[in-house]
């Protein structure tokens, strides 16, 4: 049996599907994932919480990095793997559908009521205030407080906004400030070694709870702030499907494994099942 009927006849025996989320699903929109096959690292880890908080050189990096990576997310489109989500979703076969992903295609798709795990990275927050900017705000910041950055980089895009710089000399690149109060400035997302805030973790938890299966679509559950719902699920006696290419870190556990490439796999399944596409049937 083909991938795509597999997943659909398991669709259609699970009207009500908790949806978890990882970097596989936007791949093909361009943007890198960090994982391979394996699940082990392609580069070096991102950088922890901890260190942007306490080192300026690594801060500096963080934020050059930043400011070469972030035009390619802005540009970067929904793929099959979004628009078949929404499309299910607007079928109400999805009671809740969490992301691990940082970037907003879901909701670009047309993906309702998205529980974005790990933040957005197009907004930022103020750590003295909290006061929160757009990241294109940010960004225009970023190149007028360091002009000459505006043609000196030429950078491989990483994951999450990222750039490969690691050839460059990054010690003078100037971070931006709160305009409200000069505070420091950060992504709004959880960084490694940052927890991930408790009201998204028991909105999710309960979604969970008031579904008759989970549904992992591009992600190796390697970090535990998602595989923990997948072992919530197993505890809990739901079916648990992974979609995604290479291992994870629940194979184990799962009732489903299909890996495959997401968009494809989960399109012509939802043609199996007569899903019409969320974007025509708007």
């Known amino acids: 049996m083909s991938t795509a009927h597999a997943l659909a006849d398991w669709l259609h025996a699970h009207p009500r599907v908790f949806v978890l989320t990882g970097?596989?699903?936007?791949?093909?929109?361009?943007?890198?994932?960090?994982?391979?096959?394996?699940?082990d690292w392609k580069r070096k880890p991102p950088v922890t919480y901890q260190a942007f908080l306490?080192?300026?050189?690594?801060?500096a990096r963080y934020w050059a990095r930043s400011h070469a990576g972030w035009p390619m997310v802005a540009r970067a489109r929904p793929n099959a793997a979004h628009r078949a989500l929404a499309s299910l979703g607007h079928a109400g076969r999805i009671e809740r559908l969490v992301t691990q992903n940082v970037d907003g295609l879901h909701q670009r798709a047309g993906s309702r009521e998205v529980i974005d795990l790990h933040g957005r990275i197009d907004a930022v927050r103020c750590l003295a205030c909290g006061a929160l900017s757009s990241r294109d705000d940010v960004q225009a910041q970023l190149a007028a407080r360091n002009p000459e950055w505006m043609h000196?980089?030429?950078?491989?895009?990483?994951?999450?906004?990222d750039a490969d710089l690691d050839a460059i000399d990054t010690t003078r690149f100037v971070p931006p400030h709160c305009d409200a109060c000069a505070g420091l400035l950060k992504p709004d997302v959880v960084f490694f070694?940052?927890?991930?805030?408790?009201?998204?973790?028991?909105?999710?938890?309960?979604?969970?709870?008031?579904?008759?299966a989970m549904l992992v679509v591009g992600s190796s559950l390697m970090v535990y702030s998602g595989f923990r719902f997948a072992v919530r699920a197993r505890?809990?006696?739901?079916?648990l499907a992974i979609l995604t290419s290479?291992?994870?870190?629940?194979?184990?556990?799962?009732?489903?494994?299909?890996?495959?490439?997401?968009?494809?796999?989960?399109?012509?399944?939802?043609?199996?099942l007569g899903i019409p596409d969320a974007a025509n049937a708007a």
């Open 23 to 39: 970097a596989g699903c936007s791949t093909a929109s361009g943007i890198p994932d960090y994982r391979d096959r394996n699940g």
């Open 152 to 161: 000196a980089v030429d950078a491989a895009i990483a994951p999450d906004g």
């Open 235 to 239: 505890d809990a006696g739901l079916p």
């Open 246 to 272: 290479g291992a994870t870190r629940a194979d184990d556990i799962a009732t489903l494994k299909l890996d495959a490439e997401s968009g494809e796999t989960l399109s012509n399944a939802l043609n199996l």
């Open 193 to 212: 070694g940052e927890n991930v805030p408790r009201e998204r973790v028991f909105e999710a938890q309960a979604a969970l709870q008031a579904s008759d």
């Open 54 to 59: 306490h080192e300026p050189a690594t801060r």
